[in-house]
């Protein structure tokens, strides 16, 4: 009897640890495939799958004139004009809803902002990229003449770093992960790659262009794909196993160098792409150069992008027309503009973008220059930048109740010359004594230091406010218990000394 017992109690213990393992084994594959999912190349291979067409490296449309890697004398790449731009001409094709192209011009659109390429739409011209939902993500590599097709379905290819990952390949570059020097990077896991895709993974002599080897390249494939086993990798990083390979979110700061190197690009552009970080002049705190045009792009991964400047030393003009800074709601100069031409030694307001995009202008001309300016960023859930002559805001959710543990924060930025008038509309903060808890500032002014004007909770008559100046933050801040509705406020901007509703 007892020995039964004993085999019972084994045998039910060899379960319990057979099951833990299954348990395991199916939450590392689930996670292996979550990541193979959510990579630039994953995605690729999933809206590949099934388009009958035949491609080199997985997304590499075969050309019966030159293989994949080949670049004869450098005939690949498109020829920079006069005025120090490479045009790709290019054509949509009208099978895309307006919509859809929105999506791809506003890709290309970042890439004009920080390389020297324009893809440009075609008149024309006889060497063109023709853009069609054929079936799946894919393109030729580099200028092959005549007419060339890059294929984005429109359902699986119209993430970001897609659509930057198939033009990439119009320019010329190849996969990162076969760099002649892959070897220090990465490892190959041969034996979970099957035998008709090893190719994908076979290192070619290539121009790496004197610069560091990339994790982050948009053209880096993900650590599982092509892999015949579940939840077993194909590439593993080295030396440090868990760096991520790849990301969809569009070209890595190095595929931005990589860019500008390989076609000679005379421009001062810097992505910055983690959820925090900080923007400074070239040099500081010492005097910056002349005759600089440089950009700043923020790409954060999600929300929306918060910048806060700490100090500013611009050379001062009137109207700000020699040296300044300029931020856009956007990836363009051509997105709206958060703030316009700023100088001297002014305090500018915190800015908070619509989104995960920002970008940071500075030009400096040919004479006197300053020390300036270093800016902190960081991402948020809520608030913004209020830029119109007028307009309403509101917590958020209003008028359903607000969310507990939020702060958000709305500035206001009128033109120079003018002031602000708040009114608030509506009104329901959680009271307490002091209004510790939840409550509602308004400043005077477009930073977390500026004069206060009022601190409000409950349901409170509301005075008549006023700026003195063309900035004005409003902070909302809840606790982490009892919510109201919240407010819903309107403002105005006007250069009369009396403001009136």
Excluded at 29 to 55: D, Q
Excluded at 132 to 147: D, V
Excluded at 237 to 249: M, R, S, T, Y
Excluded at 337 to 354: F, H, N, Q, Y
């Amino acid at each position: 009897i007892n020995s039964t017992r004993y085999v019972s109690i084994y045998l039910k213990s060899e379960f319990r640890k057979l099951k833990t393992l299954e348990i395991l084994i199916s939450f590392l594959v689930s996670k292996a495939e979550a990541e193979r999912a959510n990579s630039v190349f994953g995605k690729i291979l999933k809206a590949n799958n099934g388009s009958g067409m035949l491609f080199e490296f997985g997304d590499i449309a075969k050309n019966t004139m030159r293989s994949a890697i080949s670049c004869p004398s450098e005939n690949c790449y498109w020829p920079k004009d006069s005025d120090g731009f490479v045009k790709v001409p290019y054509e949509l094709s009208n099978k895309y809803t307006s919509r859809v192209k929105l999506i791809i011009v506003s890709a290309l659109k970042e890439i004009h902002t920080m390389t020297c390429i324009r893809f440009v739409p075609r008149t024309t011209e006889v060497d063109y990229v023709e853009v069609s939902p054929i079936g799946g993500c894919w393109s030729h590599r580099g200028r092959l003449g005549g007419k060339q097709t890059l294929s984005l379905l429109q359902n699986g290819c119209l993430w970001r770093g897609v659509i930057h990952h198939e033009f990439n390949h119009v320019l010329g570059f190849f996969h990162e992960h076969v760099r002649s020097d892959r070897n220090k990077y990465v490892r190959i896991q041969w034996k979970n790659i099957g035998e008709g895709f090893k190719d994908n993974f076979t290192p070619a002599k290539l121009n790496n262009l004197g610069l560091p080897y990339d994790y982050r390249s948009v053209m880096h494939y993900g650590k599982y794909d092509f892999t015949i086993n579940a939840g077993k990798p194909t590439i593993l990083p080295f030396p440090n196993k868990d760096q991520i390979l790849g990301q969809v979110n569009g070209l890595s700061t190095l595929d931005y160098l990589k860019i500008n190197k390989l076609y000679k690009c005379n421009v001062c552009s810097t992505l910055l792409f983690g959820d925090s970080g900080i923007v400074m002049t070239a040099n500081y705190p010492l005097s910056y150069t002349n005759n600089l045009n440089c950009v700043w792009l923020i790409r954060a991964s999600s929300h929306q992008v918060h910048l806060n400047f700490y100090d500013v030393d611009i050379q001062s003009s009137p109207h700000c027309s020699k040296d300044y800074v300029k931020v856009y709601d956007g990836d363009t100069r051509a997105s709206r503009m958060l703030l316009d031409k700023s100088c001297g030694k002014k305090e500018l307001p915190l800015l908070i973008a619509s989104t995960n995009i920002m970008l940071i202008e500075f030009v400096s001309d040919s004479s006197i220059s300053a020390n300036g300016f270093a800016a902190a960023y960081k991402v948020g859930k809520c608030g913004a930048t209020l830029t119109a002559m007028s307009g309403k805001f509101s917590s958020q959710f209003y008028p359903k109740k607000y969310p507990f543990n939020t702060e958000c924060f709305w500035t206001i930025v009128a033109p120079r010359g003018y002031r602000i008038s708040i009114e608030l509309e509506d009104f329901g903060i959680e009271f307490s004594v002091g209004c510790v808890f939840d409550y509602f500032i308004i400043r005077d002014g477009g930073t977390i230091n500026a004069p206060l004007i009022g601190r409000y909770c409950g349901t409170p008559d509301f005075p008549s406010i006023i700026s003195t100046g063309n900035y004005m933050m409003v902070h909302m801040y809840s606790d982490d218990s009892i919510g109201f509705k919240g407010f819903l406020a309107k403002y105005t901007m006007s250069k009369s000394a009396s403001i009136l509703f």
